[in-house]
């Protein structure tokens, strides 16, 4: 009879996977509301921005998470046991 057993080394790696992956979300987000703001004010009318310092603002804010959540998502990987 096989027994399913569920080692400390598995479950770390599906918390590591499922962390990583929601930070890669927030990424995605925060890169969407910049190309609809950037689209908006190439005349396209979605609705974000309506200057160029607002959009300045909201890139460099959007660097700066996604630069945060990718050291997170390398840190969350070496912690879950992810190899390469």
Do not use: P, Q
Not at 9 to 37: H, P, Q, Y
Not at 53 to 63: D, E, K, P
């Amino acid at each position: 009879m096989k027994e399913n057993i569920v080692t400390t080394k598995e479950v770390k790696s599906t918390i590591a996977t499922a962390i990583a992956a929601a930070f890669g979300f927030i990424i995605a987000l925060i890169w969407r509301d910049i190309i609809i703001g950037l689209m908006n004010m190439a005349g396209l009318n979605v609705n974000k921005f309506t200057d160029l310092v607002g959009a300045v603002i909201a890139v460099v804010s959007a660097i700066i998470l996604t630069l945060i959540c990718v050291f997170g998502i390398l840190y969350i990987s070496r912690w879950g046991g992810a190899s390469k």
